[in-house]
């Protein structure tokens, strides 16, 4: 007695490249750069999207599209904008072909830096920084390090956002009128501007990412 054996129909070759980005995908990523740009010089006139309507013409329900990045702006609809916010037309692709910054800083090579906590004996090791971008947007990322050297200092203010990140060690950390147990895995997002910073010093030696964010005109 002849056992017919089942063989497996071929999987056809896969030959598609998962990088390749299609013509109408391209055409998607242009107009939203050129949304972005829209938006971000029409928030640096410090105009609304109404007013932007009243002075060009344009219907406050096209120009939400074109912000958001689902119509693709003819060329004179791209030239009444660029005039209403004395920008050049060309401004408006900024985003979409320029050179993007990367910057990779290798395992105990952050520059060492001096912030107001200095004094208190707060190590700060800045892990990379990129100035002018299109966002609009300064990132600066620390790594903090508490010691038994080290002291509480709850009384920070700056501008911008703030993320904290915990990696080791246990911190009370202080933001306005709360306080926070963070311990290793625990994240702290806020407002910076409020009095912030570590109010007890639970577990040394302690580490955390410290990862500001504010506008570049600051």
Excluded: C, W
Aim: aromatic share 6%.
């Amino acid at each position: 007695m002849t056992i017919a054996k089942k063989i497996a129909p071929m999987k056809p070759a896969l030959n598609q490249d998962p990088h390749k980005v299609r013509p109408d995908e391209r055409e998607k990523v242009l107009e939203v750069a050129i949304g972005r740009e829209v938006r971000a010089h029409r928030r640096k006139k410090e105009i609304t999207v109404a007013d932007l309507s009243q002075i060009t013409g344009l219907s406050i329900g096209m120009l939400s599209k074109i912000e958001n990045g689902n119509t693709s702006p003819s060329l004179t609809t791209l030239q009444t904008l660029a005039n209403a916010l004395s920008v050049p037309l060309t401004s408006f692709f900024r985003g979409f072909e320029e050179h993007r910054e990367a910057v990779h800083t290798k395992s105990g090579e952050g520059v060492e830096m001096d912030r107001a906590g200095t004094r208190a004996n707060h190590q700060y090791n800045l892990l990379g920084h990129i100035g002018s971008n299109a966002s609009g947007v300064i990132v600066e990322p620390y790594l903090i390090t508490l010691t038994v050297e080290s002291d509480v200092f709850p009384t920070f203010q700056h501008a911008g956002i703030e993320t904290i990140y915990m990696l080791e060690g246990e911190v009370d950390y202080r933001h306005g009128d709360n306080v926070y147990p963070l311990k290793p895995g625990d994240t702290l997002f806020f407002d910076a501007d409020a009095p912030h910073g570590p109010d007890r010093l639970v577990k040394l030696p302690s580490r955390y990412l410290s990862i500001i964010s504010y506008p570049q005109d600051h």
